[in-house]
């Protein structure tokens, strides 16, 4: 029998489950995240922040697309799923802390303990496993 540690979803808000769904369409057509509010210029997806059409932010929906390799993941997933957001757009999340687990190349049967917050800081803190390995791979030779 299998269990999958780790793979509950978070709630999200319902304006940000727009922003979600939108992102991973776009991201299905044109092979990459949009970008800021230029190509967020939907009615209704503009999210309500005073820097959102600086620049700084064009990056703030981004969508972990499929079959490519993913974006760092980074301690900033524990406090919203928006850099993190689910390629599939019929499920319409971000990722849990077990799918970004898995970018990190985590085993399955790795169990992140505390709740879903100090488990996504632990992903997102973490030395990849199969980067420390190669890592460690490589020295061990260098001193053999």
Known sequence: MKVWLNYETRGHMDSDLGRYGYAAVFASIYKRSPKGHKEFDLQGLRP?????????????????????????????????????????????????????ARLQTFPDNYFFQGHRTQQFHQVGNAVPPLLAYKIASNIFKILS
């Open 48 to 100: 309500d922040h005073k820097n959102w059409e600086t620049g700084k932010f064009s990056d703030r929906f981004r969508v972990q697309l499929a079959h490519l390799p993913s974006t760092t993941v980074t301690s900033h997933i524990s406090k919203d799923g928006h850099n993190f957001i689910h390629y599939d757009a019929t499920q319409c999340r971000s990722l849990t802390v077990r799918e970004a």
